[in-house]
């Protein structure tokens, strides 16, 4: 057992004054970007001081109700969504991040893709080669791994078995877990501990290298002067309730944010448009958006088993999407369900005779923006679904469908407004291959956020350099996935991670 | 004078249609108004009627109550958005009536079949901005509708007790809203990991999803 932390954590109860705090680098953002970036640095031997808006939780603290889960754990209650295509999409806010209530997927960045980044945004240090040693240092200090068979389960089989028949490539799923036990809790925080979340690794170990980790105090601006960067202000913050008290101010050499691509921007945008000769701060926004999936079959699939997403296909990246398998609390997958009344009561008991799968989708043509709203933290999001990139969800769905026919389903429920409500062969499902779809017809939602505060090359076109430093300020650094100069296609968390592990190799060298 | 008289009549038979009449709810809530439970109420019942494939009913399930803690969550503007979501399908029927007769009334004063033959009309609807309505509608009908334990147990999807090992994360937080001191382990309480041991399904359920748990 490895020495206990001797750092300091503070919690809401213990802030009894306004206060201020001097350290080299101040990090704003527990998730996977700062807390790598807080461990790295206090390693380093710097003074750190990790700052995040959320507490911590214990797993007394973990509410198994889908619904109230999100109205604890997601900013906005969970009901966040963009304008322009109304689609959902969320942003955790919690020490440790989305990583307390994802499925722990970890993919690397294909070759085609950080070739793309390469050629398209003027990069030259962001090749395979330049990022691998990267991903392989907090792979190996996660233990990144392929998910154990013995906790598949069926809903992840029959996947497989289904990608089998059609000779679709799949593999079990990479994900930062140690032990897993198949309770498909990912997404309301895993009681069995085995999850790697970010606030059980990464923040226990900056606290172990005596970095100070301060919960519930959301950073409202970055303050600058004579064109550097002096620290970040902001109040302290109630959890759930987000009613503000005490003020603070954290004076620090350096000044990493990792606050998530859709409050990065905010956070940039309410310190007097800092950072911005370029434009870009806010522009850009990418998601990949999800479709999903419901597939009845005969036999009993007990859904509830399995690692939550064990298994996917990167078989169809080149054509713009990944397939996945889904668990979730049953009221999330159920609001997915059409119909009401007798026949909306007779699917739900369907359940446990079915498997949900999904899809993401690269939707680099599909772009919008973050805004500050006038008034708090929460962005004004805007983004508009391509048509292109609609017709990459279609084929998606027509995948997902041949897929679970393949696997032996006896019908599946697409859930696209304007076909039948259930479908009961492959030959029927024809109809999502042929009919043409409205955007409106599908119900998206927004996986995954990149590219608002983007690197590139040319200090005109984007934020931050290959490696997180701002091109307009030497001492501001940003390290979440706003950096990504378009979507990777794949779960990005390793990528941010990797990222943002070498933003912090050059940070602390420079510092 | 007469013009102002009939003015407030209609004023008065306006607001008397929109907000006098409800039922007493049975139970005090803490956000919900006696309108918007009594619309929740009558949602409910049409989305998921007595009978069928699962036993429980809307009514059983107490929807209403979950979604009065539900807003109790949220943050003011979620809560303002959500209820006026209420409002407006509680409502839309006193300008797009539902069919059959006294339909021009408000939702939760419709009967039992026109209830259901209005929650169609929006489910159908050409216009998306209506199917959208009906979904979040009827995604926060079932999010009520499974924190009903029985419906989880009776689907055999229950959550099972899991002891959760103490690892080193639990000696550094403490819950949510208490101070440091209150942390009840020590180094001696640290525990093994998961070894990676699948769940048994036949295993005991956690206590809160048990039958008789309140």
Redesign the interface.
């Known amino acids: ?2 020495a ?2 001797t750092g300091d ?1 503070r ?4 802030y009894e004054r306004d206060f201020t705090e001097d350290v080299d680098v101040a990090v704003v953002g527990s998730g996977p970007g700062g807390a790598v970036v807080a461990k790295e640095l206090t390693d380093a031997g710097k003074r750190v001081a990790l700052l995040e808006e959320g ?7 973990f509410e ?5 889960s999100m ?2 754990t997601m900013r ?2 969970g ?1 966040r969504a963009t304008r322009g295509t ?1 689609m959902p999409t969320m942003q955790a806010i919690a ?1 440790g991040g989305g990583s307390l209530v994802n499925s722990a997927i970890c993919n690397r960045a294909p070759d085609f893709v950080l070739d793309d980044w390469c050629t398209q945004f003027e990069l030259e240090h962001t090749t395979r080669r330049d990022l691998d040693p990267h991903y392989d240092a907090v792979g190996k200090f996660l233990g990144i791994a392929p998910t ?1 068979e ?2 598949l389960g069926q809903r992840n089989l029959l996947f497989k078995r289904g990608c089998d028949a059609l000779g679709y490539a799949s593999e079990p799923t990479e994900r930062n877990v ?6 498909g ?1 990912c997404f309301t925080g895993c ?4 999850k790697q979340s970010l ?2 690794t990464y ?2 170990a900056a ?1 172990r290298g005596g970095a100070s980790v301060l919960t519930s105090v959301r950073v409202e601006r970055v303050v600058a002067e004579g064109g550097r960067v002096r620290g970040v202000a902001g109040r302290v913050v109630a ?4 009613r503000p008290s005490h003020r603070f101010r954290v004076n620090a050499r350096a000044v990493v944010l990792a606050a998530g691509c859709m409050a990065t921007p905010v956070i940039l945008q309410k310190s007097g448009n800092l950072v911005n000769r370029s434009g870009q701060v806010g522009e850009n926004l990418q998601f990949h958006p999800g479709v999903a999936m419901m597939g009845v079959f005969r036999d009993e699939v ?1 859904p ?2 399995g690692a939550t997403q064990g298994y996917q296909s990167r078989h169809f990246l080149r054509d713009g999407f990944k397939l996945e398998t889904l668990w979730a ?4 997958l ?2 997915r ?6 026949s ?3 699917r ?2 369907m ?2 005779h079915a498997a949900i799968w999904d899809a993401i989708a690269s939707c680099n043509r599909s772009i919008g923006r973050v805004r500050a709203r006038a008034r708090g933290l ?1 962005p004004n999001l805007s983004w508009r679904l391509h048509p292109q990139d609609l017709r990459i969800l279609a084929q998606a769905l027509w995948t997902l469908s041949e897929i679970f026919f393949a696997a032996g389903a006896d019908s599946i429920v697409p859930g696209v ?1 304007g076909i039948p409500e259930e479908i009961h062969s492959r030959a029927e499902a024809e109809v999502l291959r042929t009919r043409p779809l ?1 955007v ?1 017809d599908i ?1 998206i939602g927004g996986n995954h956020a990149f590219c608002t505060t983007r690197m590139h090359g040319d200090p005109r076109r984007g934020v931050v350099d290959e490696y997180g430093k701002c091109h307009d300020v030497e001492n501001l650094w940003i390290a979440d996935t706003g950096v990504f100069p378009r979507c990777p296609s794949v779960n990005p968390m390793w990528t941010g991670m990797a990222l943002a592990h070498r933003t912090a190799q050059a940070l602390a060298e420079r510092l | 004078m007469l013009g102002w008289v009939l003015f407030a009549i209609v004023v008065g038979y306006g607001v008397a249609r929109v907000a006098v009449g409800h039922p007493r709810p049975d139970r005090r809530f803490a956000r919900l108004a006696r309108g918007e439970a009594a619309f929740l109420a009558a949602a409910a019942e ?4 007595p ?4 036993m429980a009913s809307g009514f059983d399930a107490g929807i209403p109550a979950y979604v009065d ?2 807003l109790e ?3 003011p ?2 809560r303002l ?2 209820r006026m979501l209420f409002f407006l399908v509680e409502h839309a029927t006193l300008f797009f009536p539902a069919p059959g007769r006294g339909g021009f009334r408000r939702f939760s004063s419709l009967r039992p079949e026109q209830r ?1 033959a209005v ?2 009309a929006w ?1 159908r609807s050409r216009f ?1 901005q209506r ?2 309505v009906f ?1 979040s509608l ?2 926060i009908l ?2 009520g ?3 009903h334990t029985p ?2 147990r009776q ?3 229950a ?2 007790a ?1 002891e ?2 103490v ?14 001191e209150s942390i009840p382990y020590t ?1 001696d309480d ?1 525990s093994e ?7 048994a ?1 036949d295993g005991p359920l ?1 206590p ?2 048990a039958e008789g748990a309140p």
Do not use: H
């Open positions: 057992m490895s206990l932390p954590l919690v809401f109860a213990q507490p911590p939780f214990t797993p007394a603290d198994l109700d889908g619904a109230l109205a604890r906005e209650g009901l109304v020490l154990p013995n906790v140690r032990g897993c036990r198949g309770s809790e009681r069995t501990r085995a606030d059980l923040v226990p606290l959890p759930f309730t987000g007990t509830q088993f609390p049953p009221a999330v159920a609001v369900l059409p119909g009401y009344g007798e909306l009561k007779r739900l008991a359940i446990p929460d407004y409205e409106s119900v | 049409a989305n998921f009627p009978g069928g494939d699962i803690r539900l969550v949220l943050r503007r979620t958005q959500m259901v929650l169609e489910e998306w199917r959208f979904a009827r995604a079932t999010l509708y499974f924190a419906v989880l689907l055999g999807l959550p099972l899991i959760s090992p690892c080193e994360a639990d000696l550094l937080y403490p819950r949510i809203g208490a101070l440091p180094r640290l990991p998961s070894d990676g041991t699948p769940l399904l956690d809160r999803y």
